[in-house]
């Protein structure tokens, strides 16, 4: 059985960074693709980044335009972790933030929440002075 668990939420001031972190178990990464997601309160989910190894290289990896330049997504396939570093963070960027995983996702549609398999549970980011 998988299971996705996150971590690494809490207040933070605008202008700060923040990494969150995704452990994953009962399976291996290889050959899946592996994405954050956020909830903003009253708004649908929305994606942020994605990522996809093949357990010996990185395949492709993309983010959402609002967060291209400040969010980098990477993953320890070693560890069963991905990550997701977030800098220069805004009060936009107040959501809850879900780790989800998924085996038929691919770069034209990892935004799609519908297509991913797993999900934890989420960790709160609060961007506040």
């Known amino acids: 059985q998988v299971h996705v668990v996150e971590s690494g939420g809490g207040v933070v001031q605008p202008g700060g960074s923040r990494t969150l972190s995704c452990s994953i178990s009962?399976?291996?990464?290889?050959?899946?693709?592996l994405a954050w997601f956020r909830r903003v309160a009253g708004k649908e989910r929305e994606g942020v980044a994605a990522?996809?190894?093949?357990?010996?290289?990185?395949?492709?990896?993309t983010y959402a335009p609002f967060v291209t330049g400040r969010f980098t997504i990477r993953i320890d396939g070693a560890n069963n972790m991905v990550f997701l570093q977030m800098t220069n963070l805004k009060t936009d960027d107040t959501a809850v933030y879900y780790c989800?995983?998924?085996?038929?996702?691919?770069?034209?549609?990892?935004?799609?929440?519908?297509?991913?398999?797993?999900w934890g549970q989420g960790t709160q980011v609060t961007v506040s002075t």
């Open positions: 989800a995983m998924g085996a038929h996702v691919d770069m034209e549609n990892w935004f799609q929440a519908n297509l991913y398999d797993d």
């Open positions: 009962g399976t291996s990464l290889g050959m899946m693709s």
């Open positions: 990522i996809r190894h093949s357990g010996a290289a990185l395949m492709w990896r």
